[in-house]
């Protein structure tokens, strides 16, 4: 009988062990089995991050139509950027983080940047326009894309040194002609501005109907000559960039009108970086310009761009019945639900191109919005 209960005894042992060894057993791998699918969603996480920034650089190329970057170091950015009121209002626009919490999206379905304001600087003009090497300004290049039904406003800004003491300045703005068609000035604007003393100061003069007028008859756009004397006959007005006037260059602010936008309201799964969730969700994502070294990017020097991570599984797929029932047909196809962005809304920004102008214009699709598996 003893020997029946020993057998017995050692067959249970065999067949399910030791309860001690029986617990660890059977706890042991679902701990390694979460560990592993959480490093693997990191990773996979990680990869999705770095595949939108690098999306991001080539979007921002294509959509400004560029095949590269503009070559324009921080040290021309400082030369080239005007310190005047129509630049500072477009800067005071942005934080140091954009916000992208917005209670209406507005859509764009363009697949290019739509500009909005341009800021050209005056160069010097073609040496057929001048007597004595005079004047040495100035000449505004515009692109013959630019359509004159669209212009909203065209103002012309130049900067008056100080003046001694307070006095009258006579602001004459003339168009310029070649010298062999005789009279190479044709006066187009004379302002009497009082000035104080010591003070220097931007003044805009509306130059609209003479930018029509360059845009339709381009060949009749030599440039135009500007001064500003005072009653001792000095000529405050800055034209050429001298030592420590860099920034005060006479430019030219073009207003274009836009299209303006259907607002929808904007809805979905939002996840911090560190978050447990496994399904589709929006993360967010920082970018930063300097990183990229594009000193020509004027602002925002950073923004949130966001980005989607996370599983698609059929269980979630209620609102895409159409790619439910394809994957339900092919389940070892290698076509399966993606998690992708299903809005995007634009940012605005502030750059100089390829010739060196200041633009400020819209860029679609830069910020998602919202998540979703298709």
Same mark, same amino acid.
């Given at each position: 009988?003893?020997?029946?209960?020993?057998? =017995?005894?050692?067959?249970?042992?065999?067949?399910? @062990?030791?309860?001690?060894?029986?617990?660890? /057993?059977?706890?042991?791998?679902?701990?390694?089995?979460?560990?592993?699918?959480?490093?693997?969603?990191?990773?996979? #996480?990680?990869?999705? +991050?770095?595949? &939108?920034?690098?999306?991001?650089?080539?979007?921002?190329? /294509?959509?400004?139509?560029?095949?590269?970057?503009?070559?324009?170091?921080?040290?021309?950015?400082?030369?080239?950027?005007?310190?005047? $009121?129509?630049?500072?209002?477009? =800067?005071?626009?942005?934080?140091? =983080?954009?916000?992208?919490?917005?209670?209406?999206?507005?859509?764009?379905?363009?697949?290019?940047?739509?500009?909005?304001?341009?800021?050209?600087?005056? *160069?010097?003009?073609? $040496?057929?326009?001048?007597?004595?090497?005079?004047? #040495?300004?100035?000449?505004?290049?515009? /692109? !013959?894309?630019?359509?004159?039904?669209?212009?909203?406003?065209?103002?012309?800004?130049?900067?008056?040194?100080? %003046?001694?003491?307070?006095? *009258?300045?006579?602001?004459?703005?003339?168009?310029?002609?070649?010298?062999?068609? @005789?009279?190479?000035?044709?006066?187009?604007?004379?302002?009497?501005?009082?000035?104080?003393? @010591?003070?220097?100061?931007?003044?805009?003069?509306?130059? +609209?109907?003479?930018?029509?007028?360059?845009?339709?008859?381009?060949?009749?756009?030599?440039?135009?000559?500007?001064?500003?004397?005072?009653?001792?006959?000095?000529?405050?007005?800055?034209? /050429?960039?001298? $030592?420590?006037?860099?920034?005060?260059?006479?430019?030219?602010?073009?207003?274009?009108?836009?299209? !303006?936008?259907?607002?929808? #309201?904007?809805?979905?799964?939002?996840?911090?970086?560190?978050?447990?969730?496994?399904?589709?969700? &929006?993360?967010?994502?920082?970018?930063?310009?300097?990183?990229?070294?594009?000193?020509?990017?004027?602002?925002?020097?950073?923004?949130?761009?966001?980005?989607?991570?996370?599983?698609?599984?059929?269980?979630?797929?209620?609102?895409?019945?159409?790619?439910?029932?394809?994957?339900? %047909?092919?389940?070892?196809?290698?076509?399966?639900?993606?998690?992708?962005? *299903?809005?995007?809304?634009?940012?605005?920004?502030?750059?100089?191109?390829?010739?060196?102008?200041?633009?400020?214009?819209?860029?679609?699709?830069?910020?998602?919005?919202?998540?979703?598996?298709?």
């Amino acid at each position: 009988m003893q020997l029946i209960q020993v057998l =017995l005894y050692l067959s249970l042992c065999v067949a399910f @062990g030791p309860l001690g060894q029986g617990d660890i /057993s059977a706890h042991q791998p679902s701990v390694t089995t979460e560990e592993s699918e959480q490093c693997s969603t990191c990773e996979y #996480r990680q990869h999705n +991050k770095l595949m &939108r920034l690098h999306a991001i650089k080539s979007q921002i190329l /294509s959509k400004l139509r560029l095949k590269q970057a503009p070559n324009i170091s921080r040290d021309v950015v400082k030369q080239l950027l005007p310190k005047a $009121p129509p630049l500072q209002q477009l =800067l005071d626009q942005y934080d140091v =983080l954009a916000d992208d919490n917005k209670d209406g999206i507005m859509e764009d379905d363009d697949d290019h940047a739509t500009t909005e304001t341009i800021m050209v600087m005056g *160069t010097e003009p073609d $040496p057929i326009v001048q007597v004595d090497k005079k004047p #040495r300004c100035c000449i505004f290049s515009f /692109s !013959p894309k630019i359509q004159s039904n669209r212009i909203v406003k065209a103002q012309l800004w130049v900067h008056l040194r100080p %003046a001694d003491e307070a006095t *009258t300045v006579f602001l004459q703005i003339s168009r310029l002609k070649p010298v062999t068609d @005789g009279n190479r000035h044709i006066r187009i604007r004379s302002l009497k501005i009082d000035v104080k003393a @010591g003070t220097s100061s931007w003044q805009s003069i509306d130059v +609209k109907q003479v930018l029509l007028v360059w845009l339709k008859q381009p060949e009749t756009n030599w440039g135009i000559e500007i001064n500003a004397f005072d009653t001792k006959g000095n000529d405050l007005v800055v034209t /050429s960039v001298e $030592p420590g006037e860099e920034g005060l260059q006479p430019f030219m602010e073009v207003k274009i009108s836009d299209n !303006p936008k259907r607002s929808r #309201r904007d809805s979905g799964l939002d996840c911090e970086e560190n978050s447990p969730e496994s399904r589709c969700c &929006r993360y967010p994502l920082t970018v930063d310009f300097e990183d990229f070294g594009w000193d020509w990017i004027i602002a925002p020097k950073r923004y949130k761009a966001n980005y989607c991570s996370g599983e698609c599984e059929y269980m979630h797929l209620q609102k895409y019945p159409h790619t439910h029932l394809v994957n339900k %047909a092919n389940p070892r196809g290698t076509a399966g639900p993606c998690c992708t962005p *299903t809005k995007m809304s634009p940012i605005n920004m502030l750059y100089f191109n390829r010739k060196e102008q200041i633009i400020y214009g819209k860029i679609p699709s830069m910020v998602v919005d919202r998540c979703g598996c298709s």
